[in-house]
């Protein structure tokens, strides 16, 4: 019973073995299915007759598995996943940067062939584009003349104008001179003013000319507000030089105070300590074990971010080459239905002075050569 109860746990063993390496191994690379079953055989009875024969194998067939979940297991995973993204997506990718590659080469030459093609379209028509260059400049040349000759009008009138405007200033400044001459300054004219009229009321007035020192007793009004100010500065130096002091308590003598009194300390409990400290069947961790949390999660994550930047890279290359022979294949299709499709555009222009002449000079020129060259 014994040596069967062995035979299923060796063969069991080698089931597991097997399996673990068809799924790590063997289905990363592409196989007929009947090579893959006879690489899968092959392997079975090797790890049955290792597994039988020796009992170091069937330990390390044992704690595989378990291994898997500590440190290294979980670093042998990434590495191999690591791997995987090596083999699959980054291969693609390198694979679509080459049709990429190759895609710009033969835009490239494409481009090429159509620019030699148009310049040698723009050498027939050249001497005729050089004859309508030297005309337009002419035009334009005329028209300028025309303008230049309009602002030198108006650049005589406008001095003109400045002219008689200077006359008139320098006229009411001899007025202005005259006027304060013989009557004096505005502020001179108010000063005398208003001596005239404190001298009318003194003479009014008589024995009681004191009244007429009215302004002299308003001036004095003033200084009264002079003690309103000094209180408020005074309050405001008071405040200032108050200093409000904070006595603090000696807290360990406290404590000392408390513990003869047998009543309840601060001390030695601490939330730091009681984090750091924790029953044993309590549900929380200890702080090196969230730091170790900590630590792996973020090994995870980097090694996640890695991986989805690889997976990204590959989807947007791709992405980005379907969305070239899209546009590719639309413009050729633009072009091949609206090469049949030519229509002739014409320009007019509406309007009179020097600058629509100007257009219509222009536009003349290019018709005129259009006829010449393109058979209507």
């Known amino acids: 019973m014994s040596r069967r109860a062995g035979v299923s746990e060796i063969v069991g063993l080698g089931i597991i073995q097997t399996w673990i390496v068809n799924v790590l191994v063997l289905n990363q690379f592409v196989f007929r299915p009947v090579v893959h079953l006879l690489l899968v055989g092959l392997y079975f009875l090797v790890a049955v007759l290792a597994l039988a024969r020796r009992k170091s194998v069937r ?37 679509n940067v080459e049709v990429l590659g190759e895609t710009l080469s033969c835009t490239q030459e494409q481009l090429k062939t159509a620019i030699r093609d148009t310049l040698d379209a723009l050498k027939v028509p050249f001497l005729a584009m050089k004859q309508i260059m030297d005309e337009l400049l002419k035009t334009v040349e005329r028209s300028f003349m025309k303008v230049q000759q309009t602002l030198m009008e108006v650049l005589k009138l406008t001095k003109r104008i400045l002219h008689s405007i200077k006359i008139a200033y320098d006229w009411l400044r001899d007025v202005v001179s005259i006027c304060n001459d013989k009557m004096g300054t505005p502020s001179e004219r108010c000063l005398q003013a208003l001596d005239r009229t404190i001298d009318g009321c003194k003479e009014e007035m008589d024995s009681m000319d004191f009244l007429c020192e009215v302004t002299q007793i308003g001036k004095t009004l003033c200084y009264g507000a002079k003690m309103v100010d000094f209180f408020c500065e005074l309050i405001d130096f008071v405040s200032d030089s108050i200093v409000e002091e904070i006595e603090q308590e000696d807290f360990y003598a406290i404590e000392e ?120």
């Open 59 to 95: 330990c390390i067939t044992v704690l595989l598995v378990p291994q898997f979940l500590g440190k290294r297991g979980r670093a042998a995973l990434i590495g191999y996943i690591f791997v995987l993204t090596v083999t699959g997506p980054t291969e693609n990718t390198m694979r």
């Open 257 to 376: 105070r408390r513990m003869v009194l047998n009543m309840d300390t601060v001390l030695p409990l601490t939330r730091k300590e009681s984090n750091r400290y924790i029953p044993l069947s309590s549900f929380h961790l200890t702080w090196k074990e969230r730091w170790r949390i900590v630590r792996s999660v973020t090994f995870l994550s980097f090694s996640t971010i890695q991986i989805g930047g690889l997976l990204f890279s590959d989807y947007a290359l791709y992405w980005l080459l379907t969305l070239i022979k899209h546009f590719m294949h639309e413009g050729s299709e633009h072009l091949r239905a609206s090469s049949g499709n030519s229509v002739q555009l014409a320009v007019g222009v509406s309007g009179e002075g020097i600058l629509a002449d100007t257009l219509r000079d222009i536009i003349g020129l290019f018709i005129g050569w259009r006829r010449r060259l393109v058979p209507v």
